[in-house]
């Protein structure tokens, strides 16, 4: 491929958005959030009551959602069908469900699809869960982060207190970290895991800065 295509895939919650939006502003590349495509489908089908046993439910549903990402300053913006969701799809009701949502066969099908063509002839940087594995495998550079649950799970709690959230306590935090990697690592459709050609990143001890850094030296050599 000629666009040079940066994966970062991971745990929940272990900075994968940091590095990536700090990369991409350094590169000049573009930043997609892969979760928030999966978080804001989530919240359109907790909002329609969408049966997600019933496969055709689920088709149709798919047909009348629209996402479109607006970058400011890097911060990543998503829109459900015209409307600005990035605020609520942090929120704890999608984080408990968006795991089951994304497990969904037509779920995956639709949004790889619709990555894979953001990716097509710019120059990104990605994060997900599959997206060194499935959407983009032959992506140049491939990192997978990690961190420990208890670190994560700090991070996690501090930035939704900061957004002022005062009724998740950080064990919900912790619980729910631990059930998004169990399932997001068990499921049957492009489970998490760490594509063979990918770099492993654990940050628990490392800064934000010393992150990009590692990174960076990785990208250069492709632009
Ligand atoms: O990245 P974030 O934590 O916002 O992702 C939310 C959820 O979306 C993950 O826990 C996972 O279930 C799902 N996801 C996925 N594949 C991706 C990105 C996110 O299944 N590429």
New binding site residues.
């Given amino acids: 491929r000629k666009n040079v295509v940066v994966a970062i895939?991971g745990y929940?919650?272990c900075g994968?958005?940091t590095l990536a939006k700090a990369l991409a502003k350094k590169l000049g590349f573009i930043y997609i959030?892969?979760?928030?495509?999966?978080?804001a489908v989530?919240l359109y089908f907790i909002r329609n009551h969408t049966n997600v046993s019933d496969e055709a439910a689920v088709i149709d549903a798919l047909q009348h959602i629209e996402l479109n990402f607006h970058s400011r300053d890097y911060e990543s913006h998503i829109t459900l069908n015209g409307e600005e969701v990035s605020e609520e799809?942090?929120q704890m009701p999608v984080?408990e469900t968006?795991?089951e949502?994304?497990?969904l066969k037509q779920v995956?099908k639709e949004?790889v699809k619709q990555?894979q063509r953001m990716g097509k002839s710019k120059n990104i940087v990605?994060?997900?869960?599959?997206?060194g594995t499935?959407?983009f495998p032959d992506a140049q550079v491939k990192l997978f982060m990690t961190a420990d649950p208890k670190v994560r799970a700090e991070r996690r709690f501090k930035e939704l207190q900061s957004k002022g959230d005062t009724t998740t306590s950080l064990e919900d935090v912790f619980e729910n970290l631990a059930h998004?990697?169990y399932?997001?690592t068990t499921?049957k459709e492009?489970p998490?895991v760490r594509a063979e050609d990918a770099i492993i990143l654990d940050n628990t001890e490392i800064t934000p800065v010393e992150q990009l850094e590692f990174a960076l030296n990785k990208v250069t050599p492709f632009i």
């Fill in positions: 895939d929940s919650s994968k958005s959030d892969s979760g928030a495509m999966y978080r989530t799809i942090r984080s968006v795991s949502i994304s497990a995956r949004m990555q990605m994060d997900g869960r599959d997206i499935t959407v998004r990697d399932a997001d499921r492009s998490l």
